[in-house]
């Protein structure tokens, strides 16, 4: 099992591009998570999707939108990048229930 | 946004050494976790606690649940150079029905041969 896959690794974009950041788990896990990592913070959930069908807002989701592809994708869009948005984000899922969440590799974004 | 305080922020130690860090919060939480995150990687999973009072270990890891219910703590025995990292708490609230975690900022910790 790869578990929680994110592509791309590593992205640069201009102020006012956009962009989409996949994930996708074969852990046939119910939810999955989007957050972002800056230096000397914690994670931030940005959006979540307690199941298939369903997204909610977390705790910094503006100027983000989030796609439930099926139960294995979920993708996050930067409709118009800002230098703000230049983050390390972090792809997670977590089967139904209060238990582990397992990370993916990351994405680091540079916005300039 | 809420987070945990996480101690210390960051720990310089001699290798051989234990280790100790903790997570602390005004709420109450119903399950802790704690990760490492080696640099340019996801963080992954050590060990997860679901009842207060509850001591769990992984090899040289140990980690609590507060009785409390608002605090949890991590040791780590006989710390080794590939325990650099930055280890988080994260810890869900209770009536917390879809499972959002709150995590801490994270102790950096650097092992001196």
């Known amino acids: 099992n790869a578990g929680v896959t994110q592509t791309p690794k590593f992205q640069v974009l201009k102020t006012g591009q956009s962009m989409t950041l996949q994930c996708a788990q074969d852990m046939n896990h119910n939810s999955m998570y989007w957050y972002r990592q800056d230096p000397g913070m914690g994670l931030r959930l940005i959006y979540y999707s307690a199941s298939e069908g369903t997204t909610d807002k977390g705790e910094v989701p503006n100027g983000y939108n989030v796609s439930r592809l099926n139960k294995r994708e979920f993708s996050l869009r930067l409709e118009s990048a800002a230098p703000s948005q230049t983050s390390v984000y972090f792809c997670?899922?977590?089967?139904?229930?209060?238990?582990?969440?397992?990370f993916g590799p990351g994405t680091r974004l540079t916005v300039t | 946004g809420q987070q945990l305080n996480q101690s210390p922020q960051s720990m310089f130690i001699q290798e051989g050494e234990d280790v100790s860090m903790n997570c602390t919060s005004s709420?109450?939480?119903?399950?802790w976790l704690w990760y490492k995150q080696d640099p340019g990687e996801g963080p992954v999973l050590l060990i997860a606690l679901y009842k207060a009072g509850e001591l769990t270990s992984n090899g040289r890891l140990t980690a609590q649940f507060g009785i409390t219910r608002k605090d949890s703590f991590l040791n780590i025995s006989a710390s080794i150079p590939s325990d650099v990292g930055i280890y988080f708490c994260a810890g869900q609230l209770t009536g917390s029905g879809t499972y959002k975690y709150i995590f801490g900022t994270g102790t950096r910790l650097k092992v001196l041969a």
């Open positions: 709420s109450i939480f119903n399950t």
């Open positions: 997670a899922s977590k089967a139904g229930g209060p238990y582990e969440q397992y």
